[in-house]
């Protein structure tokens, strides 16, 4: 059954260092999306991206963030300068998109900024 | 906007007998509504899921939740506990419109007891 997967599955980092969190979506899906969950809090929506721009973004994810579908698999986050409250965990989901909701999720990457 | 409230943050029950996972809702549309499950060291996983289709909603792994809109609740219940249901479980919410955000509750985390 195809998947959605994440690189790497933990990511230690310096504040203030540049950090690219790496999703590859299932294959004919459409829609993509990545969402954080801040140790013992709630999962949080972060943006969504549809033929190639950012279709909705939440508040949280400002000028430090970037997304980018650079080719036709891979889909980035780009945290540009790191900050102790980036350490989350997080997660790339994609939905193949005409009247289908249903989103499926990657296992997450688990950023650690020091 | 749109929100959700899981009751319990977590569930211990004995292998074999019922489990309860209690959700509330809030939603300015007409709302889909996802339980997702999340084991250890795992993705996110659907369950289920209810798109204005019959209330009484069948999932994976012996699951179902019912929908009652009049008291905007997605209770997810399953006869007979297995071990292998321990697990953190969320409610999410979605609107049915383009984007399709999704609003996750906090989770409850389910312990089975032998």
């Known amino acids: 059954e195809p998947e959605v997967t994440q690189t790497p599955s933990h990511q230690v980092t310096q504040m203030g260092q540049e950090v690219i969190l790496r999703c590859v979506p299932i294959?004919?899906?459409?829609?993509f999306y990545w969402y954080r969950q801040i140790l013992g809090q709630k999962v949080e929506f972060l943006v969504s991206f549809y033929n190639n721009e950012i279709s909705e973004k939440s508040e949280i994810f400002d000028d430090q963030f970037s997304v980018e579908r650079p080719d036709g698999s891979n889909f980035t986050l780009k945290i540009r300068s790191t900050k102790l409250e980036d350490s989350a965990m997080y997660f790339c989901a994609s939905r193949t998109g005409g009247g289908v909701d249903t989103q499926y999720f990657g296992p997450g990457t688990r950023l650690t900024v020091l | 906007a749109q929100s959700v409230t899981q009751l319990d943050s977590h569930v211990s029950v004995s292998e074999g007998t019922p489990v309860l996972l209690r959700c509330n809702y809030s939603s300015s549309y007409s709302p889909s509504l996802f339980w997702y499950v999340q084991h250890p060291n795992k993705g996110l996983q659907l369950l289920l899921k209810y798109t204005s289709a019959a209330t009484l909603v069948k999932g994976i792994n012996g699951f179902e939740a019912e929908f009652k809109k009049s008291e905007t609740s997605f209770h997810l219940t399953k006869p007979s506990a297995h071990m292998s249901d321990a697990a953190e479980y969320f409610c999410?919410?979605?609107?049915?419109?383009?984007?399709?955000?999704?609003?996750f509750g906090g989770g409850t985390r389910v312990l089975v007891k032998p």
């Open positions: 999410v919410v979605s609107p049915k419109a383009a984007g399709n955000k999704l609003t």
């Open positions: 294959s004919n899906h459409l829609y």
